[in-house]
């Protein structure tokens, strides 16, 4: 595990009982804010083209990602369509790699771009992104872990959003 540094932030991988203890003190932790952090219910997968229809259609990317940052942090809340004015949160999934074949096709990833707004004016920039460690389960089962490790991770930037941040394997 890397530490945490001024332009890296990262959570340790040791299961979902972790990242179930991460977010709760996570959120715990977050002093409350008037305005909260609107997130559309949908991101975007550009850049990520070489995804299989079968990774788009059964593993849920676009709105499994916006879920699980809005359980990790408290501060983000969800919105249908495209959020507008105050505090916006903009997530794109800019590359995924997930070819078929579960665990016998080698590790899955995911990069992840974000950007925090706040009245227009940009507060801070993101990249995550994460690899799989282990080989078990099948490919959206590894994909989920993957983005429950983001999701984590990009809440606790959200604590404090700084520009160029570059989140653990990124």
């Known amino acids: 595990m890397r530490r945490a540094t001024r332009r890296s932030l990262c ?6 009982a972790a990242w179930l203890g991460a977010a709760l003190l996570l959120a715990a932790a ?4 008037a305005e909260p952090i609107h997130l559309a219910d949908q991101v975007a ?24 940052v809005a359980a990790a942090s408290s501060d983000v809340q969800l919105v249908q369509g495209q959020p507008r004015g105050g505090r916006v ?3 794109t999934v800019e590359e995924v ?11 899955k990833w995911m990069v992840v771009a974000a950007e925090l707004r706040d009245g227009g004016r940009l507060v801070g920039t993101a990249r995550a992104k994460r690899t799989t460690a282990a080989p078990f ?34």
């Not at 959570?11 to 979902?16: E, I, S, W």
């Not at 977050?30 to 804010?33: E, F, I, L, N």
């Not at 850049?47 to 990774?55: C, H, K, L, P």
Request: glycine fraction near 14%.
């Open 137 to 170: 389960g099948g490919t959206c089962g590894q994909l989920r872990k993957v983005t429950e490790a983001i999701a984590v991770d990009l809440a606790a930037w959200l604590r404090d959003p700084r520009s160029a941040a570059r989140l653990c394997d990124s």
């Open 45 to 68: 997968l550009t850049g990520a083209s070489d995804v299989t229809d079968a990774v788009r259609q059964q593993c849920g990317l676009q709105t499994l990602l916006p879920e699980l």
């Open 97 to 107: 790699h997930a070819p078929g074949g579960g665990p016998f096709s080698g590790p």
């Open 30 to 33: 977050a002093p409350g804010r």
């Open 11 to 16: 959570v340790a991988a040791f299961g979902p």
């Open 89 to 91: 949160l903009t997530l």
